[in-house]
């Protein structure tokens, strides 16, 4: 895709001294400094955002990556040059790391905007990392390549295969149950996180490498490599030599994103049973883009393709077996009836040509199921509404129990994850399985919208081997996580959506195939409730009042309205 000349290398961004000339001077003085002659400054400049954090393990080996990068900018004739910014990871992060997907893109987006550099490479991986890097590299538009950390390589614990963060909650359910004892469980936390890498389920991480990969911003084969793996430092290598070619071409997101390109994005998540917090994300990217999707994308995507990825939650396997299956290429490959193989992506060709000598997924593995045989039939992803949730919900229906996925049950209220960790595993409280749980104030302004709505089984029912109930929240879940649960009710509480006025005893009603979640309370009486209704206080200061008194809601990506 050839296109007028785009390289400006260090003369890009000069700084503001009322001198054009005198600002192109001493930047040279000042690089020269650092060791850069003539020939350097002559070159492509090529950012690298470096996310490496001492906090972050699932970035461990981000400094070897960021070093393949570079020899691949190098062999392409370009100059690397790396930067930080913000790395979020989301064991180690207080309250959640959505609170800071946003300020995570304004960093990015503004050091692109500032620094000169001809293209990026934006390597990141982990959960809100991944999403943030492609939201600035949209509101940028520069030529960008996303390069992903990667998962981490299966544990194993007494001959059992072990894998963040799916088999985490499990063993911990079992854990709570009595099931496993303090002993076990130690044991298992020594096991379950044999590498560096993003967790190797189909959670966000891997769901959102996947997404940007098939969005066409990533290299074909990027989205599996694990992290420990020679062939992600290959990939990191290939990404600097592509980031250099599409400085050349000035091949830029706004050339390669489209309605098309997000069409795919969703064919691809539903045929993953991707995580539900993906919903957000890409919400959020399109968005960026001047693309908006609604629930009625999602269901259409959601009804017409069936889960052929057998990766936990939903299925069995990891992504390492996604990756040796032949990875996203085999996919795409296999899902082509769906797909719009015009879309454009880095590598400057289209889909259609990107998967043309890829070969079907092979019969010697089960993880890419052909789609004649998938793994559970459609509607993955189901996105609801109703009198709980007008402007959407959304519930992970392949990892659901389908015998509570048409349920009515009353509701037992929590005012917020504080109170249900206080309160959730009192038997003075009486919920039974029949029940519904409500956790509200777990939404974006009231909380930064943590991963809080797959609300554990209270103990005395997990005990009695009570393994799911109905759940119901404004709140997020890990993308790893699986049950009943029902997610991003909007308006959330704290914007006095009809969440915050269910009241102990309630009746709710869940019907996924209809789309429906309801409460089934009096016109009248909710009126009278409304009344009452008092917003809770805004944050004191800082980050996190700006972003409650600007963030969206989870229908529109929990972006910030003025980005």
């Known amino acids: 895709m050839a296109k007028k000349k785009t390289i400006q290398g260090f003369d890009r961004n000069l700084a503001s001294y009322g001198d054009t000339g005198f600002s192109r001077y001493l930047r040279r003085a000042f690089l020269s400094s650092a060791g850069y002659d003539k020939i350097d400054l002559d070159r492509p400049v090529i950012g690298i955002v470096d996310t490496s954090s001492d906090y972050n393990t699932c970035h461990r080996q981000m400094p070897e990556m960021v070093q393949a990068v570079k020899r691949g900018i190098l062999q392409a004739g370009g100059l690397p040059m790396a930067f930080p910014t913000i790395s979020l990871n989301e064991i180690l992060t207080s309250p959640t790391t959505m609170l800071y997907r946003n300020l995570q893109a304004m960093d990015t987006e503004e050091m692109i905007r500032a620094q000169p550099m001809d293209a990026v490479v934006l390597v990141g991986g982990c959960d809100k990392t991944l999403p943030a890097q492609i939201m600035a590299a949209i509101s940028a538009d520069i030529p960008a390549v996303s390069v992903v950390a990667g998962p981490m390589l299966t544990g194993s614990w007494r001959g059992e ?27 298992i936390e020594q096991a379950l996180c044999s590498t560096g890498g993003t967790c190797m389920v189909m959670g966000t991480a891997s769901t959102m490498a996947c997404v940007v990969e098939t969005l066409g911003l990533m290299l074909p084969g990027g989205a599996t490599p694990p992290h420990a793996s020679g062939d992600r430092l ?108 015009s879309a454009l992506t880095v590598t400057g060709k289209t889909l259609g040509e990107m998967i043309a000598p890829v070969q079907p997924p092979g019969e010697w593995q089960t993880t890419i199921r052909r789609l004649s045989d998938p793994l559970y039939p459609g509607n993955a992803i189901v996105s609801l509404k ?79 081997g009570v393994k799911d109930m109905v759940r119901v929240s404004d709140a997020r879940m890990s993308g790893t996580a699986y049950g009943t649960i029902v997610l991003h009710c909007c308006p959330e509480a704290a914007a006095g959506g009809p969440i915050a006025l269910v009241r102990d005893g309630d009746l709710i009603e869940l019907d996924v195939e209809n789309r429906r979640i309801d409460l089934l309370v009096d016109a009248a009486e909710l009126t009278m409730r409304e009344k009452a209704f008092r917003p809770p206080p805004l944050p004191a200061r800082g980050w996190a009042r700006l972003y409650a008194q600007h963030v969206t809601q989870a229908d529109e990506g929990c972006d910030l309205d003025f980005l």
């Open 161 to 187: 295969r072990l894998g963040a963060c799916t088999d985490c909650r499990r063993m911990w359910a079992r854990h709570r149950s009595g099931e496993l004892s303090k002993a076990e469980i130690d044991e």
């Open 234 to 341: 290959k990939n990191c290598v290939a990404s600097g030599r592509q980031a250099v070619a599409v400085a050349g071409m000035g091949l830029k997101p706004s050339d390669i994103l489209t309605p098309a390109s997000f069409r795919n994005a969703l064919i691809v998540l539903m045929s993953l049973s991707g995580s539900t917090n993906a919903v957000v994300h890409i919400t959020a990217m399109a968005r960026r883009a001047g693309i908006k999707l609604t629930s009625d994308d999602y269901n259409a995507a959601a009804e017409k393709v069936p889960v052929i990825v057998d990766c936990k939650p939903a299925g069995k396997g990891y992504m390492e077996d996604l990756h040796r299956a032949g990875g996203v290429p085999v996919l795409l490959k296999e899902l082509a009836p769906f797909l719009d193989l």
């Open 386 to 464: 109703g009198s709980l949730a007008p402007n959407g919900a959304v519930i992970k229906a392949a990892a659901a129990n389908p015998e509570l996925i048409r349920h009515v049950g009353k509701a037992i209220v929590f005012e917020s994850p504080e109170d249900a960790i206080a309160r959730l595993d009192n038997p003075e409280l009486g919920i039974t399985p029949d029940h519904v749980m409500v956790l509200r104030n777990g939404g974006p302004i009231a909380a930064g919208m943590p991963e809080a709505g797959s609300l554990p089984i209270p103990r005395y029912l997990s005990s009695q």
